[in-house]
C-alpha cells in the first residue's frame, strides 16, 4: 500500500498536538485541545487497519501478532523506565502496586493507585487500551465473510456504547470500553471502505471539510468550550476524510519533515512526557516565563521522541521483523 501522505501528516500534527498539551499542562499553562490528536489518532487507526486488511488479507491471529509486536516493545520500555524511575523516588507522587503494573504491561485498564484515575503508569498509555481493545474486535471480525465485517464492527462498538449508556458501569474494564470514543475507530474503518470505493468527496470539498475541522477545533479552544468524544470525534472525521479527498485529487504537496514526524509519531506520543517533566523540574527554580518553558518541553518532548524512534523503535522493528522472517512468512499487515 502506498504512502498516503495526508494520514502522515496529521499523524505528526496530532502527536504534536498532545507534546504542547501536555507541555503547557505540566508548565501551567493551558492548550486544551491539543488532547484531541487523540481522537484524530482514533480515527486515523480505524482508517489504517481497514484499507490494509482489505488490500492484503490476513489472519486474525497474525493481525493480532502483528498489532502487538508494532505497539507494544516501545511501549513497555518506556513504562519500564516509569516503574525504575518511582522506584528510585524520581516520581515522588507515583504509587504503585503489582496489580497497576500488570495491568499497564498487560493493556487491561486498571485504577491508578496515584489518583484513582483509569490510567497505566505510563498516563498516555491510557490510549493503547482502546487501541487494543479495537484489535481485538477487529480481529474477530476478520473471521466473518468479508461482505460482513464492516456491518458488524460498527453494530458490536455500538453496542458496548449503548450498553454503557444504559447500566453506567462503574468498574475500570467496562467503563473504558463503553465510552464513545470507541466509535471512532469504526468510523475510521468507514472512512477506509469509502476511500477504498472512491467514494470520497472531491478534493474542493475535502479542502472545506479541512478547514472547518481546523475551525472547530480552533473555536472550542479560544472560546473555551467544553469538549469531549461528541464533539471532537466528528472534527476529527472531518479532518482526516477531506485529507484523504484533498490527496486523492492530486491537490496535497509532499512535506519531508511532515512526512518524517507522522512516521515517528508514535515514538514521540511515547516518549514527549519524560523530557517535558525534566525541563519543567529544572525550570521551577528559574524566573523564566511558562510559555517558555512550555516551548521548551515541547522542543524536548519531540526531540526525545525522534531520538527514540531512530535509536529504539526503528531497530526494534527491524529486529522483530527479521525474526518474523527466520520463523515464517511474515503477513502482509
Given at each position: 500500500m502506498k504512502t498516503l501522505y495526508g494520514i502522515q501528516y496529521l499523524r505528526a500534527l496530532a502527536a504534536l498536538a498532545v507534546v504542547l498539551f501536555h507541555a503547557t499542562e505540566r508548565s501551567g499553562g493551558h492548550f486544551r485541545i491539543g488532547a484531541a490528536g487523540v481522537?484524530?489518532?482514533?480515527?486515523?487507526?480505524?482508517?489504517?487497519?481497514?484499507?490494509?486488511?482489505?488490500?492484503r488479507p490476513v489472519t486474525p491471529l497474525r493481525f493480532v501478532l502483528d498489532r502487538l509486536q508494532r505497539i507494544a516493545p516501545s511501549y513497555w520500555i518506556v513504562t519500564a523506565i516509569m516503574i525504575g524511575g518511582a522506584?528510585?523516588?524520581?516520581?515522588?507522587?507515583?504509587?504503585?502496586?503489582?496489580?497497576?503494573?500488570?495491568?499497564?504491561?498487560?493493556?487491561?485498564?486498571?485504577?491508578?493507585?496515584?489518583?484513582?484515575?483509569?490510567?497505566?503508569?505510563?498516563?498516555?498509555?491510557?490510549?493503547?487500551?482502546?487501541?487494543?481493545?479495537?484489535?481485538?474486535?477487529?480481529?474477530?471480525?476478520?473471521?466473518?465473510?468479508?461482505?460482513?465485517?464492516?456491518?458488524?464492527?460498527?453494530?458490536?462498538?455500538?453496542?458496548?456504547?449503548?450498553?454503557?449508556?444504559?447500566?453506567?458501569?462503574?468498574?475500570?474494564?467496562?467503563?473504558?470500553?463503553?465510552?464513545?470514543?470507541?466509535?471512532?475507530?469504526?468510523?475510521?474503518?468507514?472512512?477506509?471502505?469509502?476511500?477504498?470505493?472512491?467514494?470520497?468527496?472531491?478534493?474542493?470539498?475535502?479542502?472545506?471539510?479541512?478547514?472547518?475541522?481546523?475551525?472547530?477545533?480552533?473555536?472550542?479552544?479560544?472560546?473555551?468550550?467544553?469538549?469531549?468524544?461528541?464533539?471532537?470525534?466528528?472534527?476529527?472525521?472531518?479532518?482526516?476524510?477531506?485529507?484523504?479527498?484533498?490527496?486523492?485529487?492530486?491537490?496535497?504537496p509532499q512535506i519531508a519533515p511532515l512526512t518524517y514526524l507522522g512516521n515517528g509519531s508514535y515514538s514521540i506520543y511515547l516518549w514527549h512526557t519524560l523530557a517535558i517533566s525534566v525541563v519543567v523540574k529544572l525550570a521551577a527554580s528559574t524566573p523564566i516565563p511558562s510559555d517558555v518553558v512550555a516551548f521548551l518541553g515541547m522542543i524536548s518532548g519531540t526531540l526525545l521522541g525522534i531520538f527514540a524512534y531512530e535509536l529504539v523503535e526503528k531497530p526494534l522493528r527491524n529486529l522483530l521483523r527479521n525474526v518474523s522472517w527466520r520463523r515464517a512468512r511474515p503477513s502482509p499487515a
Open positions: 481522537d484524530v489518532f482514533f480515527v486515523i487507526s480505524g482508517f489504517i487497519m481497514w484499507t490494509m486488511s482489505e488490500r522506584a528510585v523516588g524520581l516520581f515522588p507522587n507515583m504509587k504503585l502496586t503489582v496489580s497497576h503494573v500488570l495491568g499497564s504491561l498487560l493493556f487491561i485498564p486498571v485504577r491508578s493507585p496515584s489518583n484513582g484515575e483509569i490510567w497505566p503508569v505510563l498516563v498516555q498509555g491510557w490510549t493503547l487500551n482502546f487501541e487494543m481493545f479495537f484489535y481485538v474486535i477487529f480481529a474477530a471480525c476478520l473471521l466473518l465473510p468479508r461482505r460482513l465485517r464492516l456491518g458488524s464492527l460498527i453494530a458490536v462498538f455500538a453496542a458496548f456504547v449503548v450498553a454503557g449508556a444504559l447500566i453506567h458501569p462503574q468498574s475500570p474494564l467496562p467503563v473504558t470500553y463503553t465510552r464513545p470514543i470507541i466509535l471512532e475507530f469504526a468510523a475510521g474503518a468507514v472512512l477506509g471502505q469509502l476511500w477504498l470505493k472512491g467514494n470520497i468527496p472531491g478534493p474542493g470539498l475535502g479542502l472545506a471539510l479541512v478547514v472547518a475541522a481546523i475551525a472547530g477545533f480552533a473555536a472550542i479552544e479560544i472560546l473555551g468550550l467544553d469538549f469531549d468524544e461528541l464533539t471532537c470525534g466528528p472534527l476529527a472525521i472531518a479532518l482526516v476524510l477531506g485529507m484523504v479527498s484533498v490527496e486523492r485529487g492530486g491537490r496535497l
